[in-house]
């Protein structure tokens, strides 16, 4: 069955820190991984996405994640936080296999706060 | 570009009552779904659509109806409304089978049984 893991509800951090987000997943065949991020009474806003190729996928306002096969992995990075970064924070798999093609499973969501 | 826009913003029903959520995409977009959110459960896929005519089931689709009779809208039905009901329901369209289309989310629609 395919799922994603968000193992942190919240993630607090300081402007200037780097800051991580984890997410890991499970699915049948190769994984196809998305990270969106939802602002308060907002709809969700595609960040990045692994398809296939280069491990280190970067994305929108200076985010960037890494995906890992062997630890089943698709950790967000940012370098620097900033306060605007606060947000709550979904990683989903879309499953490669015919039959369900198209289906996207989502985490249970990350708070991330960063606080001045 | 509109993108994916959603109708009403905000409802109140009363157990029992039916109701239709609007969801409309100008990207012409094959892929269209609605997913509902709730605290602590992340997103959950009630119905998807493939094309105009081709609809499928989700993770959670008991209670609700859905039809796909134009590439544009993909309207989701409640049929009797129950408390369990109460969510903030999005809809998302992606383009085309691609296994790598990203899927483009409405602002959604807060929706209270009582």
């Known amino acids: 069955a395919q799922s994603v893991a968000q193992p942190e509800d919240q993630v607090n951090v300081a402007e200037g820190n780097p800051l991580t987000v984890k997410c890991t997943y499970s699915?049948?065949?190769?994984?196809?991984l998305f990270w969106y991020v939802q602002y308060p009474n907002r709809g969700l806003q595609f960040l990045l996405k692994?398809?296939?190729?280069?491990?280190l996928v970067k994305g929108s306002y200076g985010f960037e994640a890494e995906f890992n096969k062997s630890q089943t992995s698709f950790h967000l990075k940012k370098p620097s936080a900033l306060v605007s970064d606060s947000a709550l924070y979904f990683c989903?798999?879309?499953?490669?296999?015919?039959?369900?093609?198209?289906?996207?499973?989502f985490g249970r969501g990350t708070q991330l706060t960063v606080w001045p | 570009n509109a993108g994916v826009t959603q109708t009403p913003k905000f409802q109140v029903l009363k157990t029992g009552q039916s109701m239709t959520l609007q969801c409309a995409q100008d990207m012409n977009h094959e892929y269209m779904s609605w997913y509902r959110q709730d605290p602590g459960m992340g997103l959950r896929l009630i119905h998807y659509s493939v094309g105009a005519g081709i609809t499928d089931q989700g993770e959670v689709p008991n209670g609700y109806n859905v039809s796909r009779s134009t590439t544009e809208d993909f309207p989701l039905r409640l049929l009797s409304a129950a408390p369990s009901q109460t969510s903030v329901y999005f809809c998302?369209?992606?383009?085309?089978?691609?296994?790598?289309?990203?899927?483009?989310f409405g602002p959604g629609t807060r929706l209270t049984v009582l």
């Open positions: 699915v049948s065949g190769n994984p196809y």
């Open positions: 989903a798999v879309r499953d490669g296999r015919g039959s369900t093609l198209g289906r996207l499973y």
């Open positions: 692994y398809i296939t190729g280069d491990n």
């Open positions: 998302a369209s992606s383009p085309g089978l691609a296994l790598g289309g990203t899927q483009y």
